[in-house]
Every structure is written in structure tokens, then in C-alpha cells.
């Protein structure tokens, strides 16, 4: 690459240069499995997968089961996603993937929704060694990280709905009180409408925002999802 540009773009480059009908695509140099598994997840995806993952039995990062079950929680996938070291990928599935959309910063989001089989294939661990990442790889998965919650999950539509429920429900006690000591106290002239605006503005901001971000998410959903429909494969019927 003429400079730093990130892994996911990395990667998008040399699939653009592979040339072959099946593809592998690296997330690391580092070799902590034997080296048959290569050809076992070739051979995985001879049986009809048009990407098969390959898996290492070990424990993961926080950060990174953090992502993956707030990910597969908020998505709709068909496919959960994991932490895999390497994949093959067929001819078809790389076409699929650039005609869904090729710009989008997470490439293993587009894989799980492509419609695709997907297979995988779990290893034992030998030579466990951490990878050395960069202060500019850090922060480039934290912004990808990011990102792709923002695209492919609801977790922002969540959140401001839940923060517009329990705003709903402050406005309703707030009401009650206001009314309350309306009528048994004494309060200064204007009190009462000036907390009952303040209340009702603060749930319509949330208000407001959740609609914004529903509406954005259905804009993403259209630029991204380019096709009309998605099949896994034809079978002729005898």
C-alpha cells in the first residue's frame, strides 16, 4: 500500500489483485495452527461453502467478544460472526460481496449478509503468540468497530428509544408533582407551565432523535443493500 490505509482496505486490495476461483485471505502473519488446516478448509468448501472461517479454540480478547455479542445481538444475520484467523473464499462469493456493496469498511458483515454458505472449521492453538498492533492499527478497529455497529446493528435506534422511554416516564412523574403542588402549595406565578415545558421538550428531543436515527437506518439499509433479493444456490429439480 502507497500508505497506511487499514486492514479492511488491505484486504479489499488483494482480493482485487487474486486472480484465482478460491481466495485466502490472512488476518495475521502469525502461524499458531498446523499448516493442513489450509487445505482443510479448501476442502470444507468443495462440500458447497462458499466461505468457510478458520476458528482457534482459545480465549478471546474482552474487547473483542464485547463486539462480536453486542454485534450478533443487535444484527439480524443469518450467520453469527467470530474471531477467525484466516478464510477461503470462492470466485462466487467475492462477486456476490462487490455487487452487494464494495465499499463498506467491514467485510465480514457483508459475508454473514450475502445470502452465501458459510462454513467454519475449529483449531487447537499451538505456539500461541500475540500479535504486535500498532497505535495506528488500534485506533483504525476501534474507528471500524464503531462503524459497523452504527451500520449493520439498531443499537443506536435501542438506545435513544430507551432514553426516550424512561424520559417519557420522567415527564409523567414530573406532571404528577407539578400538579400535586399546584394545588397544595403556593407555587411562584409560572412554575408550573415552566416544568411542564421543560419536561415535555426534554422527551420530545429524544423524541425527535429516535425517529432521525430510525430514518437514517433505513437510508443505510438502501445504499447498502443494493440487490432486490439474495439466493444461496439453484437446484434443478428432478
Not at 416544568?195 to 439499509?221: D, E, Q, V
Amino acid at each position: 500500500m502507497s500508505f497506511f490505509q487499514g486492514k479492511e482496505i488491505s484486504m479489499n486490495a488483494g482480493v482485487d489483485l487474486a486472480i484465482g476461483d478460491y481466495v485466502y485471505q490472512f488476518d495475521t502473519v502469525t502461524i499458531d495452527y498446523d499448516i493442513d488446516v489450509i487445505m482443510d478448509i479448501y476442502k470444507k468448501s468443495l462440500k458447497g461453502y462458499d466461505i468457510v472461517n478458520a476458528i482457534p479454540n482459545k480465549k478471546r480478547k474482552f474487547t473483542s467478544k464485547l463486539f462480536y455479542s453486542i454485534f450478533n445481538k443487535y444484527s439480524n444475520f443469518a450467520y453469527k460472526l467470530d474471531t477467525e484467523t484466516f478464510q477461503i473464499m470462492s470466485r462466487r462469493a467475492i462477486n456476490r460481496i462487490y455487487a452487494i456493496s464494495k465499499s463498506v469498511p467491514y467485510r465480514k458483515a457483508i459475508q454473514a449478509n450475502s445470502g452465501l454458505k458459510i462454513g467454519s472449521i475449529n483449531y487447537d492453538v499451538k505456539n500461541d503468540t500475540k500479535d504486535q498492533i500498532d497505535s495506528k492499527e488500534k485506533k483504525e478497529r476501534s474507528k471500524n468497530a464503531i462503524n459497523s455497529l452504527i451500520l449493520f446493528t439498531d443499537i443506536s435506534y435501542k438506545i435513544t428509544l430507551t432514553f426516550s422511554m424512561i424520559m417519557l416516564a420522567f415527564i409523567v412523574f414530573v406532571t404528577i408533582y407539578t400538579v400535586v403542588v399546584f394545588f397544595t402549595e403556593n407555587p411562584v406565578e409560572g412554575w408550573t407551565p415552566t416544568m411542564l415545558f421543560l419536561a415535555s421538550g426534554f422527551f420530545g428531543i429524544f423524541l425527535i432523535l429516535t425517529i432521525i436515527i430510525k430514518y437514517l437506518s433505513i437510508i443505510l439499509n438502501l445504499i447498502f443493500k443494493k440487490t432486490n433479493f439474495l439466493i444461496e444456490s439453484i437446484d434443478k429439480i428432478k
